[in-house]
Nanobody, 124 residues
Framework: QVQLVESGGGLVQAGGSLRLSCAAS????????MGWFRQGPGKEREFVGT????????DYGDSVKGRFTISRDNAKNTVYLQMNSLTPDDTAVYYC?????????????????WGQGTQVTVSS
C-alpha cells in the first residue's frame, strides 16, 4: 500500500509559479509511474501530467504543455510539479497518483493510489 501526500499548494497571482511536491511512502517508489491530476470547481478530474519510473518519459495534458514540468527524485521518494505562467483556469485541487505499470498512462482509472490533494488558487 502506497501513501501519497501532496504539498506546496496555495494562493498565487496570475503569471506566477508554484511547485507542488508529492511524497510517497509504504512502497518502492521507483516501481511506480506517477501522475498529476486536477479537479476544478464544477469540473471533472483532468489529466495534468505523468512521469515514468525512471523519470525519462513524461507526458502532459494539452492545457499545461509548455508551462508545467514534472520531475521525480527516486532517492527522496518524491515527485514534483513545477507550474509556471499560472492563470485562473489553473485553479483546482491537484492530486498525485501512483501506477505500477511500466507504461505511462493519462487515464485516472489506471492509477492505483491517490493522495488527498492540495488546493491551488490563482487570482486574476
Amino acid at each position: 500500500q502506497v501513501q501519497l501526500v501532496e504539498s506546496g499548494g496555495g494562493l498565487v497571482q496570475a503569471g506566477g509559479s508554484l511547485r507542488l511536491s508529492c511524497a510517497a511512502s509504504g512502497g518502492i517508489f521507483s516501481r511506480y509511474s506517477m501522475g498529476w491530476f486536477r479537479q476544478g470547481p464544477g469540473k471533472e478530474r483532468e489529466f495534468v501530467g505523468t512521469i515514468n519510473r525512471s523519470g525519462g518519459t513524461t507526458d502532459y495534458g494539452d492545457s499545461v504543455k509548455g508551462r508545467f514540468t514534472i520531475s521525480r527524485d527516486n532517492a527522496k521518494n518524491t515527485v514534483y510539479l513545477q507550474m509556471n505562467s499560472l492563470t485562473p483556469d489553473d485553479t483546482a485541487v491537484y492530486y498525485c497518483a501512483a501506477d505500477d505499470r511500466w507504461l505511462v498512462t493519462t487515464r485516472p482509472g489506471d492509477y492505483d493510489f491517490w493522495g488527498q490533494g492540495t488546493q491551488v488558487t490563482v487570482s486574476s
